[in-house]
């Protein structure tokens, strides 16, 4: 098979992309240029786009043995995933880049061209399964539970996820530094890449406030009595605690969350631990990874990238979602993809729209 | 690299020897670099001491543009203006801009026409704004992306009559057209090693001995007190070498690489819809052939072509080795599209009538499928 190997100069798609090499495949090796700006070198475990970070993969697929090639996404990365970061910020809801960039790049964008030059499928360093049955590709989770994206991939289609390949998806990480060590590829303990790849030193509210400028409003509770203020919605996210920067305690004396976030109002709602807890959700734009489930289906829900399992009643009405939970949840933000688990096989994912919250009171 | 090349600059290698060393050993080591000089002196029709030797083509362009500009600076505080044209190579234009950031210097931009040639009557036009503001003209002799070379004789007669300076980078040139440095008139003229067929790491600077340069390297004084540093005599051996031969065989190979050349482009664009060759058609590097495609992008036909075994080359990769839109011909006034879509064919003297006849059999469908491929950033689906 013809294979395009997307390397970001990391560990993982190095050794990735060396093993697809190994298996027979004939490899290409990509870096996908991302940033418009690109810095020189990586600052600590920041970023995935320095320059340092291009040579990184290059060397990598010299060491491999493979052609290589940089290709300027750029100006669609940024369309497709920074801004689509800031308007959703912008409209009070959390959105995850990494999961929008699988989508729209790296499976689309990436994978199309690929597909047109002659490619028959893309692999990268990404840490979830394939697995092959008649019916068709199923997407399970990784063996090395602390290292699983298949949240991240829970956005690709039998269509997309017939043209890829996660290597890795077998193998704890620890073994994977072995590998590339034992492979000679200099990365090897080169550091993991942390938060979000277009935002290098890490600070996402000052990127947000560059953005957005300042915003100020009032901090209440859900009572609508004023407990502060902000210079921004958009440095809140729903489940929030640190950084509320309110002076007067709760009258409890416990911990105070935000519960919900209004840009229209300029408010943001805070309450207790109690008040945050979340029953059900709506959540829409469906994508299903294998066929469309129908009537009621008894599932595990993730609800955010490293979040845990929870237990839900999930149905698909007028391509909107409904996930009723087994126990209350916690921190359900709208932006973030609510993927659906039948043991470790993906089922689909959504956008989270609207919350319904349990209500108690203290 | 040239074989007889590789073997002087071999046999030079077990040897010790500093060529500014008196002893017998360095004698040896001298008389070694100043043949390796006359010998390049004799082929570019300079004389021996006009030769001054640097790391490579960037550094004598980095020394012919910050030495001039200090020399004439250090003469006359007026002297403030370069003169040059956009489709310079980057180790002229990034020299150029550093001057125009951190020295003072006024950068005048010639203009280009769409096949890459500047009009001596532009340059004379240019130089008559402030004929004494101007530190000097530079102004490649051929270019290295769309081959077009340029009326550099005529430029240097009329720049002369101002008693301004001329330097051109001739890198490209040297071996594919003659190149007289005498007879061109210009005061300092880049040449490199491996170009020509001769090692990596070493190139000269060809300068007049009236032209006054201020050094960029400092140290025990060597070249002229130009450029300092112990010389690489292994490295002038083989330069020598290759030059001398790359000269003699220039006549005979440029006619060869002529007609393989155009039996390229007229198959390209016989056949290629939308395919069109860039720059001038008959004052070109023979070796050079520059072809700009409809609606696709070069980067797939690049990838394309290599995985077929056929080498080409797009614009040139910034340093995180994103194919940027060629500088070149967005000078010459190409959209940013058309730049995007453009392949540089190079023929060297292993290339043969059947490379060609494989490259014309493969194009066809290679074109086909980067235009299913598609442009980049287009036809997005938000």
Redesign the interface.
């Known amino acids: 098979m013809r294979v395009l190997a997307a390397m970001s100069g990391g560990v993982d798609s190095a050794v990735a992309a060396a093993r697809m090499a190994e298996a027979g495949h004939d490899v290409?090796g990509v870096?996908l240029?991302l940033s418009r700006n690109?810095q020189s070198y990586r600052s600590g475990a920041r970023g995935c786009c320095t320059?340092e970070d291009?040579r990184d993969a290059?060397r990598a697929a010299d060491v491999i043995g493979i052609?290589f090639?940089?290709?300027?996404?750029?100006?669609?990365f940024h369309?497709?995933v920074v801004e689509d970061f800031v308007a959703e910020y912008a409209a009070g809801r959390t959105p995850n880049p990494c999961l929008r960039c699988n989508e729209?790049v790296k499976f689309?964008a990436v994978l199309e061209?690929a597909l047109?030059?002659?490619f028959d499928a893309v692999a990268t360093g990404h840490y979830a399964q394939i697995v092959e049955t008649p019916a068709g590709r199923e997407l399970h989770r990784a063996v090395d539970p602390a290292k699983d994206q298949s949240y991240v991939l829970g956005v690709l289609t039998q269509e997309q996820l017939k043209h890829a390949f996660f290597p890795l998806g077998d193998t704890p990480k620890t073994q994977v530094r072995a590998e590339a060590e034992r492979r000679g590829l200099s990365v090897a303990a080169k550091p993991d890449s942390h938060d979000i790849c277009f935002i290098a030193d890490g600070n996402t509210a000052g990127f947000l406030g560059k953005q957005l400028g300042e915003a100020p409003g009032d901090i209440v509770d859900a009572q609508g009595n004023k407990l502060g203020e902000h210079k921004g919605t958009h440095g809140f996210t729903v489940g929030q605690r640190k950084g509320l920067k309110i002076g007067t305690p709760a009258a409890d004396g416990k911990p105070r969350f935000v519960l919900d976030i209004s840009p229209v109002d300029r408010t943001v709602t805070v309450g207790s631990r109690a008040e945050l807890a979340v029953e059900r959700l709506t959540a829409s734009k469906p994508r299903w990874c294998g066929p469309v489930p129908t009537g009621t289906i008894q599932a595990k829900a993730q609800l955010r990238a490293h979040g845990e399992e929870i237990a839900v009643t999930a149905r698909l009405e007028d391509r909107k979602v409904h996930v009723e939970f087994d126990e209350p949840a916690d921190a359900v933000a709208p932006g973030q993809a609510v993927v659906l688990y039948d043991g470790t096989r993906v089922i689909g994912s959504a956008t989270i729209d609207t919350v319904e919250r349990a209500r108690q009171k203290v | 690299m040239l074989p007889a090349a590789i073997e002087a600059m071999a046999s030079h290698l077990g040897r010790t020897g500093n060529a500014s060393s008196l002893h017998g050993s360095g004698r040896a080591a001298r008389r070694t670099v100043e043949e390796s000089r006359e010998t390049i002196a004799e082929a570019l029709n300079a004389q021996p001491s006009e030769v001054v030797f640097t790391s490579g083509g960037t550094e004598a362009d980095n020394l012919a543009l910050k030495g001039l500009w200090w020399a004439r600076l250090q003469e006359d505080r007026r002297r403030r203006r370069i003169l040059l044209s956009g489709i310079e190579h980057h180790a002229v234009l990034d020299p150029a801009v550093w001057l125009a950031q951190h020295e003072g210097a006024e950068i005048e931009w010639l203009p280009v026409d769409e096949l890459g040639r500047v009009q001596p009557e532009d340059v004379r036009r240019a130089i008559e704004q402030d004929p004494d503001a101007v530190s000097f003209v530079t102004l490649m002799m051929a270019n290295n992306e769309v081959g077009t070379l340029q009326p550099i004789q005529e430029i240097a007669a009329l720049a002369s009559s101002y008693e301004i300076p001329v330097h051109t980078d001739a890198v490209q040139a040297v071996g594919q057209v003659p190149v007289d440095f005498a007879g061109l008139g210009v005061d300092a003229m880049t040449i490199s090693g491996h170009k020509v067929g001769g090692p990596y790491g070493i190139g000269a600077l060809v300068v007049r001995k009236e032209t006054k340069l201020v050094p960029i390297m400092h140290g025990g004084g060597q070249e002229r007190d130009v450029r300092s540093g112990t010389l690489d005599t292994p490295a002038t051996a083989g330069f020598a070498v290759a030059i001398e031969h790359a000269v003699k065989h220039q006549d005979v190979e440029a006619r060869r690489l002529i007609e393989l050349r155009d039996h390229l482009v007229d198959g390209i664009t016989g056949t290629v819809p939308g395919a069109k060759l860039s720059g001038d058609p008959v004052g070109r590097l023979p070796a050079n052939a520059h072809l700009s495609f409809k609606d696709c992008e070069g980067?797939?036909l690049?990838?394309?072509l290599?995985?077929r075994g056929i080498e080409v080359s797009t614009g040139s990769?910034c340093?995180?080795?994103?194919?940027e839109p060629s500088h070149v011909l967005l000078a010459m006034g190409y959209d940013d599209q058309r730049a995007r879509g453009s392949l540089r064919f190079t023929l060297g003297h292993t290339s043969t009538r059947a490379d060609v006849d494989a490259v014309l059999e493969a194009i066809g469908p290679v074109v086909e499928?980067?235009m299913?491929?598609?442009l980049?950033?287009v036809g997005?689906?938000?």
């Open positions: 290409v870096h240029a690109p320059i291009s290059r052609p090639y940089v290709w300027d996404l750029a100006e669609r369309a497709d729209k689309s061209r047109a030059l002659d | 980067d797939s690049l990838l394309l290599d995985a990769a340093n995180a080795g994103v194919a499928r980067a299913s491929a598609g980049q950033n997005r689906n938000n």
